[in-house]
């Protein structure tokens, strides 16, 4: 509870850590303050901590286009930290996990990245069924290796989702070259009978 770690990592490896430590403020009952001064200051202090490690948390997340978020730690801090997070975090808050501080990070990041896993599955899953109801229901949607290499050429694609089982390696990395090149988001499937049934 007086210090907070905020990892920013892409699938196991930590590109970011940033440590913050709370000044240590009990020398200073009894010579300064009251009690009633001493809890009123630590109540002030921790609310500035929890916003500043926010801050930090926001700032890296736009910056790193992040979709996820897990908070860990105390139930105390962790139930603090949710109820004080934005709008636009809390969205993307996909779990939060109760840890003890002296196991270390390992755990954290191990239990971490298998939700993220999980929660990228899902995304990807979503964006799937997407395709599916766009190609069915308005034609905005193509799929196979011809319509969507098609769709890449004239620039008319706006996502490309590729199962990795279903395509050969070349004409898969040569769409995701030229959707590289085009700007054009990519979104990887893994085991998606939708993608089997659309070919």
Same mark, same amino acid.
């Given at each position: 509870?007086?210090?907070?770690?905020? *990892?920013?990592?892409?699938?196991?490896?930590?590109?970011?850590?940033?440590?913050?430590?709370?000044?240590?403020?009990?020398? !200073?009952?009894?010579? $300064?303050?009251?009690?009633?001064?001493?809890?009123?200051?630590?109540?002030?202090?921790?609310?500035?901590?929890?916003?500043?490690?926010?801050?930090?948390?926001?700032?890296?997340?736009?910056?790193?286009?992040?979709?996820? *978020?897990?908070?860990?730690?105390?139930?105390?801090?962790?139930?603090?930290? !949710?109820?004080?997070?934005?709008?636009?975090?809390?969205?993307?808050?996909?779990?939060?996990?109760?840890?003890?501080? !002296?196991?270390?990070?390992?755990?954290?990041?191990?239990?971490?990245?298998? *939700?993220?896993?999980?929660?990228?599955?899902?995304?990807?899953?979503?964006?799937?069924?997407?395709?599916?109801?766009?190609?069915?229901?308005?034609? *905005?949607?193509?799929?196979?290796?011809?319509?969507?290499?098609?769709?890449?050429?004239?620039?008319?694609?706006?996502?490309?989702?590729?199962?990795?089982?279903?395509?050969?390696? $070349?004409?898969?990395?040569?769409?995701?070259?030229?959707?590289?090149?085009?700007?054009?988001?990519?979104?990887?499937?893994?085991?998606?009978?939708?993608?089997?049934?659309?070919?």
């Amino acid at each position: 509870e007086g210090e907070a770690r905020i *990892l920013e990592t892409t699938i196991g490896s930590v590109t970011e850590d940033i440590l913050e430590r709370r000044p240590d403020l009990r020398q !200073r009952i009894g010579r $300064e303050w009251t009690r009633e001064h001493y809890h009123s200051y630590c109540e002030e202090q921790a609310n500035r901590f929890v916003k500043e490690k926010i801050d930090i948390i926001d700032g890296l997340m736009s910056r790193g286009g992040h979709n996820h *978020l897990i908070l860990a730690g105390s139930p105390r801090m962790v139930a603090r930290m !949710r109820k004080a997070l934005p709008a636009r975090l809390s969205a993307k808050l996909i779990d939060t996990m109760i840890t003890n501080p !002296r196991e270390g990070i390992s755990p954290i990041l191990g239990e971490s990245i298998k *939700l993220f896993i999980a929660a990228e599955n899902m995304e990807s899953h979503g964006r799937v069924e997407e395709l599916e109801s766009a190609v069915f229901s308005n034609g *905005l949607g193509v799929c196979g290796y011809e319509q969507s290499l098609e769709a890449l050429e004239q620039g008319t694609a706006s996502m490309l989702i590729v199962d990795q089982r279903l395509l050969e390696s $070349e004409l898969r990395e040569h769409l995701v070259r030229l959707a590289i090149q085009s700007g054009v988001p990519i979104e990887t499937v893994n085991r998606s009978e939708t993608m089997v049934r659309l070919g």
